[in-house]
T-cell receptor, first 113, second 113 residues
């Protein structure tokens, strides 16, 4: 089945130790999103790609970076995780059409010790 | 600017009873409206959407939603709730001119046997 895959599902990192979360998709969608979700709150958009065109949200901390080497893969890099970065990170995809829904991966739960 | 409100943090219903999860929105153009469901430790899953046309939209798992332009609402409904419907529900809106969706804060639905 076509899907959005996130690895790992659970990630533990130390305060200040860089960490990378990965997302892959078999849907061939040209838009990919990264969201941060804390404690069953609304997902907060960090950034998104239209193909390779990167769009950063104004309030996304510089500590968060992203890479999209090809259509299928997208990475979230947290350069120096703080305790406040502990959250669920959700990857989603969509086609480039405002009427189209998003397909979400299962998420990666990040713990910072 | 676009915004969405889910006025109830929690909705409790008995199994077999009808359920309603409320959503109101604000957009400057025409709205594209979506409902997603999230089960514990999972990503969001698309349920249904309103783009244009019939105000009553039918979606997955027996859910439906009614678009009401005069009341700027898009309430999620189901005629007969199941215990397995217990989850976190998010309403999202996208303006015709917007590059991204805005999510509500979510409503936790609990269906008791």
């Amino acid at each position: 089945d076509a899907m959005v895959i996130q690895n790992p599902r659970y990630q533990v990192t130390q305060f200040g130790k860089p960490v990378t979360l990965s997302c892959s998709q078999t849907l061939n969608h040209n838009v990919m999103y990264w969201y941060q979700q804390k404690s069953s709150q609304a997902p907060k958009l960090l950034f998104h790609y239209y193909d390779k065109d990167f769009n950063n949200e104004a309030d996304t901390p510089d500590n968060f970076q992203s890479r999209r080497p090809n259509t299928s893969f997208c990475f979230l890099d947290i350069r120096s995780p703080g305790l406040g970065d502990a959250a669920m990170y959700l990857c989603a995809t969509s086609i480039l059409d405002r009427t189209y829904e998003q397909y979400f991966g299962p998420g990666t739960r990040l713990t910072v010790t | 600017a676009q915004s969405v409100a889910q006025p109830e943090d929690q909705v409790n219903v008995a199994e077999g009873n009808p359920l309603t999860v409320k959503c109101t929105y604000s957009v400057s153009g025409n709205p594209y409206l979506f409902w997603y469901v999230q089960y514990p430790n999972r990503g969001l899953q698309f349920l249904l959407k309103y783009i244009t046309g019939d105000n009553l939209v039918k979606g997955s798992y027996g859910f439906e939603a009614e678009f009401n332009k005069s009341q700027t609402s898009f309430h999620l409904k189901k005629p007969s709730a199941l215990v397995s419907d217990s989850a976190l529900y998010f309403c999202a809106v996208r303006d015709t001119n917007a590059g991204k969706s805005t999510f509500g804060d979510g409503t936790t639905l609990t269906v008791k046997p």
